[in-house]
């Protein structure tokens, strides 16, 4: 077992960013880290204020569904007020800085599949809900929840076991949540601050994207659409071309590939 305590010192010291984790709450049990993320934020805490727990017992999901984070696994809310223009790319920055810093700490080769979700071999590792609260045109906060599987044995939750993985039963041992945190906070805040220069993080995202090119049915509100996943638009929409020959623009949803 790899020396794996999560405390406030032992997730900043050293920690070369700016903000993000710069001020780091720690809890043994909690509901949902993003609910107390989004009471802090309303408390006006500072920029980049992390909350971890080290486990969930309300852990919330895309869609209304339910999260599992029991003992072993990620689960944290970072607190950002970005400017409105940079809120679609928060599911952008969070995706692509978990799967660099899976990438980093295992070899492993991480996919991201349309929005959000991080794959390792096809299968999910980690979920990401972004929460904001907007007033007229001005964001009050924004809040990243990430979760991620990373000392699981998947046979003791065999709801999730055939779509989801962990970093333990990748690596074929226990893998440092430490490191996986730390490494996820810095490059948060590397691709958070590029926000500014362009189109850069949009592309990589893009680029990462298993999605494209696959036949897929996505699943939006009430509604299921079926066809070819052709690209994304920078507000991070998928781009759908139907069987019918025409394109739509689908916001949020839930993918699944056609084999
Ligand atoms: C999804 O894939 O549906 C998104 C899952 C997001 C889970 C994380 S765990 C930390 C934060 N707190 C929550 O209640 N949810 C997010």
Request: proline letters at 5%; aromatic letters at 4%; one cysteine or more.
């Amino acid at each position: 077992m790899v020396e794996d305590s999560l405390s406030p010192a032992a997730i900043t010291d050293g920690l070369a960013t700016r903000f993000i984790g710069q001020e780091v709450t720690c809890y043994p049990s909690l509901p949902s880290t993003n609910d107390v993320a989004r009471r802090k934020a309303r408390q006006g805490a500072k920029e980049g204020t992390v909350i971890v727990a080290e486990e969930q017992t309300a852990g919330r999901g895309r869609i209304k569904r339910r999260w599992l984070s029991p003992r072993g696994s990620i689960a944290l809310s970072i607190i950002l007020y970005p400017p409105l223009a940079y809120l679609p790319s928060l599911i952008m920055v969070a995706s692509l800085a978990v799967a660099r810093s899976i990438e980093q700490v295992t070899n492993l080769k991480a996919q991201i599949k349309w929005p959000n979700d991080v794959l390792l071999n096809d299968k999910k590792i980690c979920g990401i809900l972004v929460e904001s609260d907007v007033r007229g045109n001005k964001v009050d906060y924004a809040v990243i929840g990430i979760g991620i599987n990373v000392n699981l044995k998947l046979s003791d939750f065999p709801r999730i076991a055939p779509l989801a993985t962990s970093l333990s039963r990748e690596m074929g041992s226990d893998v440092p949540r430490l490191k996986i945190i730390r490494g996820l906070l810095a490059e948060a805040e590397k691709l958070y601050l590029a926000l500014p220069d362009g189109d850069s993080v949009f592309k990589q995202w893009r680029d990462r994207l298993v999605t494209l090119g696959k036949e897929v049915q996505v699943s939006s509100g009430e509604a299921v659409h079926k066809g070819i996943a052709e690209s994304v638009a920078a507000d991070g929409s998928l781009l759908l071309r139907r069987p019918d020959g025409s394109l739509l623009k689908i916001v949020a949803g839930d993918v699944t590939l056609r084999r």
